[in-house]
């Protein structure tokens, strides 16, 4: 009994951490599958890539937005670190968004909401969807946009 008539309630919560490649193997198969509708996208950069490392992702511009009908491809990589920590991600399409640098392409992670507070549970679509939501903000509808098919590198 704590002070007051009220009762202390403590629970244990036990946290099953799953070993890196395993995590990233079901990644990859939700990612081959395909999952949600079709918006994001991401697979291997080569399927022989025994670290899961390296990534490509995709992402369909959202419709009633100027990045409607337009495909965006990124580069994703998962290096020792992930899940715990976030992925390194950069644009390989050309794109004016808050959240990227207009030299490298790369996601400021500050920037972007789940990066920012990235946790464990966090997973490539997640990230993937919300550089989408982004698109679909005000701020960003307003930047102007580079010509299609342009490139960051």
């Not at 918006?39 to 022989?48: A, F, N, P, R």
């Not at 992925?87 to 990066?115: A, H, W, Y």
């Amino acid at each position: 009994r704590v002070h007051g008539g009220s009762f202390l309630i403590v629970l244990m919560v036990e946290v099953v951490v799953v070993p890196r490649n395993f995590r990233l193997l079901d990644e990859l198969e939700k990612g081959e599958k395909g999952f949600g509708d079709g918006s994001v996208s991401y697979g291997l950069v080569e399927q022989d890539d025994i670290l899961l490392r390296n990534w490509n992702g995709t992402i369909l511009g959202p419709p009633r937005t100027p990045f409607e009908n337009n495909i965006f491809s990124l580069q994703i990589v998962c290096d020792e670190t992930y899940p715990t920590a976030p992925p390194r991600v950069r644009f390989i399409t050309k794109v004016n968004l808050t959240c990227v640098d207009q030299k490298t392409g790369e996601i400021i992670q500050s920037k972007l909401p789940l990066l920012a507070r990235w946790r464990y549970d966090n997973t490539i679509a997640d990230f993937l969807n919300d550089i989408r939501s982004q698109m679909t903000l005000k701020e960003n509808a307003k930047l102007p946009q580079p010509a299609e098919g342009s490139t960051f590198f």
